[in-house]
């Protein structure tokens, strides 16, 4: 009769135990939520930046439009179409965005506020100043675009 040796009974586990697949899993877990929160926060910032620059160009917009008013103060009888007044403008947003954007659920509305003050009296000089207030949907905060110009009398 043959005994055998015990050295069968004695060798390690071949597989893994149920701690260690479940610390392989939590890496996992961890590194994917970790690329998911990257794009997420990604897409949310390029989102506000699309924004912003729009409401960037209906500042712009705003100022430029104040600005092309005739104004002569030299001219006989003096020329004046930008009178000092404050003006206000609503807009919808030019986003890119799917659907229809007059829906209230898509679009994206600005407020633009236009100013024109006297900054100066000899020269003549005058600020343009227009503040466009948008709304960013994802967090609801307000935010303010400006663009301030100076302009001399007959430019």
Request: glycine share 6%; with cysteine; net charge positive.
């Amino acid at each position: 009769m043959r005994l055998q040796s015990n050295k069968a009974r004695n060798r390690p586990p071949a597989g893994f135990a149920l701690a260690e697949i479940l610390v392989a899993f939590g890496i996992l877990l961890m590194v994917f939520s970790g690329l998911i929160y990257g794009y997420v926060q990604a897409n949310r910032m390029s989102e506000w930046t699309s924004m912003s620059l729009a409401a960037q160009s209906y500042a712009s917009e705003g100022a430029e439009q104040a600005r092309a008013g005739n104004w002569s103060p030299r001219a006989y009888p003096p020329v004046d179409q930008t009178t000092l007044t404050n003006l206000t403008f609503w807009d919808i947003m030019d986003v890119p965005i799917k659907g229809n954007p007059t829906n209230s659920d898509f679009a994206f509305f600005v407020t633009n506020y236009v100013s024109i003050t006297t900054y100066s009296v000899n020269p003549a000089v005058r600020q343009i100043r227009s503040d466009c207030r948008w709304t960013f949907p994802l967090t609801g905060q307000v935010q303010t675009n400006t663009v301030i110009l100076l302009r001399a009398g007959d430019q």
